[in-house]
Structures are given as structure tokens and as C-alpha cells.
């Protein structure tokens, strides 16, 4: 089964800005929609961004405009670029296929992103 690997985390002020990184143990992200998700302390997991085929993106209304996702085939990788970052940012933020695929492919264990002065 494969699983991610997500990388970039970290404490950062508001308004700042991190790249986040998340790989995987098999060549699969040139053949599916890749997601990229939040969870907040006691809340639901989030979807933040969508990477289709072809790279076309789409956002939540939460993170449009300030977040942007792309991908590497070549280099098998994923990234979201987030920018003007606010304290409700503040979560643990995973990657995996939209929608998830359970039965193929494991969550990774996230990485944190903490906004914070």
C-alpha cells in the first residue's frame, strides 16, 4: 500500500509563508487528482486544494488566493505553497488522492503548520 510522506512544516508568524512538500512510495501522482487536506484540533479533516490532471488547480474559498498547489511528476512530489498566513491556518496538513482511495493508499502522518506571533 502506498503511503505519503508529507515534509515543511513549522512555526511560522502571521502573514509568513511555507512550502510543504509531500512525497509517496510509488509513481502515482501523474495518474490521479491529488488533494491537499487539513485537520485543526477537533475538527473535521479539510480539503484544501485539488491538483487535476493536466495541473489544473482548484481551492476552498478558505485558502483561495493565498495558497497554491502544483506537482512534479518527474520528481514524484506534490507541494503546496502557502502564503499570508493566519493563525486558523494553524493544523496538521496532509496529502493523498481526491477522493481518498482507502484501499490503495495510506495517510502519511502529516506535517504542522503552526501560525503564531
Known amino acids: 500500500q502506498v503511503q505519503f510522506v508529507e515534509s515543511g512544516g513549522g512555526l511560522v508568524q502571521p502573514g509568513g509563508s511555507l512550502r510543504l512538500s509531500c512525497t509517496a512510495n510509488?509513481?502515482?501522482?501523474?495518474?490521479?487528482?491529488m488533494g491537499w487536506y487539513r485537520q485543526a484540533p477537533g475538527m473535521e479533516r479539510e480539503l484544501l486544494a485539488r491538483?487535476?490532471?493536466?495541473?489544473?488547480?482548484a481551492y476552498a474559498d478558505s485558502v483561495k488566493g493565498r495558497f497554491t498547489a502544483s506537482k512534479d511528476n518527474a520528481k514524484n512530489t506534490v507541494y503546496l505553497q502557502m502564503n499570508s498566513l493566519k493563525a486558523e491556518d494553524t493544523a496538521v496538513y496532509y496529502c493523498?488522492?481526491?477522493?481518498?482511495?482507502?484501499?490503495?493508499?495510506?495517510w502519511g502522518q502529516g506535517t504542522q503548520v503552526t501560525v503564531s506571533s
Open positions: 491538483i487535476f490532471n493536466g495541473a489544473t488547480t
Open positions: 510509488g509513481s502515482i501522482f501523474s495518474g490521479y487528482v
Open positions: 493523498n488522492t481526491y477522493p481518498p482511495r482507502p484501499r490503495l493508499f495510506s
